[in-house]
Nanobody
Framework: QVQLVESGGGLVQAGGSLRLSCAAS????????VGWFRQAPGKEREFVAA????????YYADSVKGRFTISRDVAKLTVYLQMNSLNPEDTAVYYC??????????????WGQGTQVTVSS
């Protein structure tokens, strides 16, 4: 069992920045990939970014590439999402997720509770 707890969401103006954190606990050795998804009002869940705990690979949705950066602190069992140049289209509930190599396709074994990110124009 893996537990994921997101934090760092909030309200930010367009063009601003925000950093999300996801603290993992439990049997974290059982997951190879951690990442972020988001779901905006009236929209389906969308993949945002992912990384292997090893750091060997990172993945980004085209909509966030160049603006968002995923990183992880293995010692702290924490994954981060640094979000820069935010725009109102980034408004969503952001979910931390963990699983295997299919995570970027939406198949995750574990999900966090979500944290709200609201970007005002």
């Amino acid at each position: 069992q893996v537990q994921l707890v997101e934090s760092g969401g909030g309200l930010v103006q367009a063009g601003g920045s925000l950093r999300l954190s996801c603290a993992a606990s439990g049997r974290t050795f059982s997951v190879a990939v951690v990442g972020w998804f988001r779901q905006a009002p009236g929209k389906e869940r969308e993949f945002v970014a992912a990384t292997r705990w090893s750091g060997a690979n990172t993945y980004y949705a085209d909509s966030v590439k160049g603006r968002f950066t995923i990183s992880r602190d293995v010692a702290k069992l924490t994954v981060y999402l640094q979000m820069n140049s935010l725009n109102p289209e980034d408004t969503a509930v952001y979910y931390c997720a963990a699983g295997g190599t299919k995570l970027t396709s939406g198949e995750a074994d574990y999900w966090g509770q979500g944290t709200q990110v609201t970007v005002s124009s």
